[in-house]
T-cell receptor, first 114, second 113 residues
Framework: NAGVTQTPKFQVLKTGQSMTLQCAQD?????MSWYRQDPGMGLRLIHY???????DQGEVPNGYNVSRSTTEDFPLRLLSAAPSQTSVYFC?????????????FGSGTQLSVL | SQQGEEDPQALSIQEGENATMNCSYK?????LQWYRQNSGRGLVHLIL?????REKHSGRLRVTLDTSKKSSSLLITASRAADTASYFC?????????????FGSGTRLQVQP
């Protein structure tokens, strides 16, 4: 049982480049979410999804797109990377909604935008 | 803005001592959760306490919740060097309608062997 798998683990981009951070879970979780963590800070919610075909914005959605075509996958797209998007990105999932369920986290993607 | 804020921001203790971290939040909540993050790793869930509960235990962890003061505390008893990590509280606000956990900025705990 792999849990939540994020790829890549590390990525360096130039300003203006695009890329997709991958997130997959094998626990049949309905709820998935993306957070970013900046040095010395907590996690800030980017986007989340309560099921296939349903996504919603979090606290800091600008510059990021998501889609949820399957239960297992929840990719995060950066359309035009900016230095302000340098951060560690975490994907997390849970069985139900966040109201009553704990989150399972991936190991993170460290992104640097030059 | 952060829904939950931990206090202190950093804590250094000796092995065997107890560690207490506090969390304050701003809005009505359904539950409050605590997570641990080891350096360079993802977060790991520790404990969930519901709004109608006042205290919960899990091994060496004790969590309290005071909804009237909008605060929670996490007590780690008989700490070990392996407890060195950052600890975050997280809540789901019942006011925003957003079905997602909001995290505080964390307490960095250092347990000296």
């Amino acid at each position: 049982n792999a849990g939540v798998t994020q790829t890549p683990k590390f990525q360096v981009l130039k300003t203006g480049q695009s890329m997709t951070l991958q997130c997959a879970q094998d626990m049949n979780h309905e709820y998935m979410s993306w957070y970013r963590q900046d040095p010395g800070m907590g996690l800030r919610l980017i986007h989340y999804s309560v099921g296939a075909g349903i996504t919603d914005q979090g606290e800091v959605p600008n510059g990021y797109n998501v889609s949820r075509s399957t239960t297992e996958d929840f990719p995060l797209r950066l359309l035009s990377a900016a230095p302000s998007q340098t951060s560690v990105y975490f994907c997390a999932s849970s069985y139900g909604t966040a109201y009553n369920e704990k989150l399972f986290f991936g190991s993170g993607t460290q992104l640097s935008v030059l | 803005s952060q829904q939950g804020e931990e206090d202190p921001q950093a804590l250094s203790i000796q092995e065997g001592e107890n560690a207490t971290m506090n969390c304050s939040y701003k809005t009505s909540i359904n539950n409050l959760q605590w997570y641990r993050q080891n350096s360079g790793r993802g977060l790991v869930h520790l404990i969930l306490i519901r709004s109608n509960e006042r205290e919960k235990h899990s091994g060496r962890l004790r969590v309290t919740l005071d909804t009237s003061k909008k605060s929670s505390s996490l007590l780690i008893t008989a700490s070990r060097a392996a407890d060195t990590a950052s600890y975050f509280c997280a809540t789901v606000s019942m006011d925003t309608g957003r079905r997602a956990l909001t995290f505080g900025s964390g307490t960095r705990l250092q347990v000296q062997p």
